[in-house]
């Protein structure tokens, strides 16, 4: 019996020991599991998009001095030449913040008189994305924004009043042709609130390119 016990001591010894030495080998050789990578977005955090389209103001007022006289007028010229550029920095693979800069200018004849209207926007942008798959983006986004009227007859003094506040709001969607570049649509309207001008003297529609750094 105690050469029974004595023998299974030693074999239970034994395995323990090439157990031990089979963990310690396994170690050695094992390979550390991959790091999940983030997503595309969130690897390319800075976004540039230049934009280009059509503007068509809403309804608005402003008034100036025009020539000692306090003259009431609005933004009412549509054109095609107006252009934009976008800066994103990803906070998460679905919200970013960033700044925007936008330029309109349209010429026209209003009641007999030649007028030219530029419109310049400039301020910060949050965008959130409510759509994010392999083919499509689409997006809402707002922020808070400085607008600089003026409307100037040809030959004469016009309207320059004082830049105004704006509250911004866009609504896009664009087709990702790949992790770097996508296009798409965007509409944004803007709201203007100050002394001398209110309404919406910024509507408009954008051909829009987004290209992830």
């Known amino acids: 019996m105690k050469k029974t ?3 299974l001591s ?3 010894l034994l395995v323990g020991t090439q157990a031990h030495a089979l963990k310690k080998a396994a170690a050695k050789t094992s390979t550390p599991a991959p790091v999940a990578s983030e997503s595309s977005d969130i690897e390319r955090r800075h976004i540039l998009s230049p934009s280009i389209g059509f503007m068509a103001p ?3 007022t402003m008034t100036d001095n025009i020539g000692g006289t306090d003259t009431k007028g609005s933004m009412e010229l549509s054109g095609v030449i107006g252009v934009a550029f976008e800066y994103e920095y990803m906070l998460k693979e679905d ?3 960033g700044g925007i800069m936008r330029y309109y200018q349209s010429t026209g004849t ?3 008189t030649r007028w030219t209207e530029s419109t310049f926007v400039v ?3 949050a965008h959130a994305y409510l759509i994010n798959t392999n083919t499509w983006l689409g997006y809402v986004a707002s922020g808070l924004t400085i607008i600089n009227l003026k409307k100037r007859p040809s030959g004469a003094p016009g309207f320059t009043p004082d830049p105004a506040l704006g509250l ?3 609504l896009g969607v664009a087709y990702k042709f790949n992790d770097k570049l996508a296009l ?3 509409h944004t309207q803007i709201m203007a609130w100050s002394r001398d001008i209110n309404g919406w003297p910024v509507s408009d529609f954008m051909i829009r390119l987004r290209i992830a750094l």
């Open 5 to 7: 016990l004595g023998f």
């Open 10 to 12: 030693v074999l239970a």
């Open 58 to 60: 809403g309804a608005n």
């Open 110 to 112: 209003i009641e007999g």
């Open 184 to 186: 798409g649509l965007e």
């Open 95 to 97: 919200f970013s913040v």
């Open 123 to 125: 301020g910060g942008m």
């Open 168 to 170: 911004p709001i866009s």
